[in-house]
């Protein structure tokens, strides 16, 4: 049994999660964590000079909890697929061949150092201001974003996170979240695939 764990990051409304849910709906035994599923209560999350609730940092988020299950998939791929309720599926003739990918997703997850350096691949989701600005406004959020929260915290927050991201390494394949879905998660895939063919053949 052979492991694969691939980061999908990048910025918010970037195509994060619509790619990485086709990632899993189309690479056998790939198991999918979203680092969105792991925010604190918002009546812990801090609130700036300006009055925004600081949600784009790493302190807003269960990153322990996280990390636990990452390194449940990582004891045992097998029985953590069972217990999300989904059945291995034998892809090659040799169980010692056999890969589990676990496809882990979110804004942070190249910010956060133990994390990180668990990619083999690390897939950073880009799109310019004004697309993101657009597409954040048109989402509902729980609790919603407040008057000029975009350009007071998350678009700050982004530059500052990404630049902290960058100071970590390098390794990061930036991908343009105005292409075509189809494209884009065919340009991936394949990028995958190769890596998984790669595991079985070595030793």
Known sequence: MKTLVVGVGGMTNGGKSTLSK?????????????????????????????????????????????MSEVDSWRRDPESFLR??????????????????????????????????????????????????????????YTPPDPPGYFDGHVWPMYLKNRREMENMGSGFLFQDGLKPKEELLADVYENVCQEIERLREKD
């Open 22 to 66: 086709s990632l899993h709906q189309l690479i056998p035994n790939s198991c999918l964590i979203a680092q969105d599923s792991y925010f604190k209560d918002d009546s812990v999350v801090p609130v700036d000079s300006n009055g925004f609730k600081q949600y784009d940092m790493l302190d807003a988020l269960h990153m322990d909890t996280l």
């Open 83 to 140: 217990r999300q309720g989904l059945n291995p599926e034998r892809t090659t003739p040799s169980v010692e061949e056999e890969v589990y990918v676990l496809i882990v997703e979110g804004f942070l997850i190249f910010n956060h150092r133990p994390l990180n350096e668990l990619f083999y691949k690390r897939y950073f989701m880009e799109i310019p201001y004004d697309v993101c600005k657009r597409r954040r406004s048109s989402r509902v």
